[in-house]
């Protein structure tokens, strides 16, 4: 059976503003905030407001609003960072990856022949997060 979802999990802390982050997005439904440790730059999550530990248990209702903003913020990053592309990642319970059990999306720009850096490895600073949301908060138009 699938754990129960832990409403103290950090995504639920930052969603209730009670710890901060760098947010290029908000809606009714997502909200869409830089990655401390990014595998590359400009690496972004996008979360549903919904709480649900992973896509194994979500209501399916969650996934039109939340892919719309996936593709918003994909667009967003490719433009602010002249990017050749842009990897979607999704992790779902310990043995695949994750680390946060609040249902997101990484959203990461990608360079022709630039690998990924580790998945949750180091910090990055906080005024390059800061420069980073701002050049994509300028893409979306914000
Ligand atoms: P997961 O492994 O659950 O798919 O990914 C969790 C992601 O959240 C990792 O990429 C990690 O770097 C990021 N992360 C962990 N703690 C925080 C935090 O406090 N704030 C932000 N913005 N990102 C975090």
Redesign the pocket.
Known sequence: MAEAYDPGN??AK?LRGE?P??RIYEDDAVVA???????GVG?T?VVPKAPSRNILDADPATFAPLFAVVQKVAVAVKKAFNADGVTI???NEPAS?????HL?V?VIPRFEGVPLKP???QMEKPEV?AENAGKIRAALGN
């Open positions: 950090i995504f930052i710890i982050s760098h905030f830089i990655d401390v440790m990014p595998q690496h999550l990642l999704q992790f990856g994750q680390t946060v059990y997101h990484h998945h949750s490895g997060l």
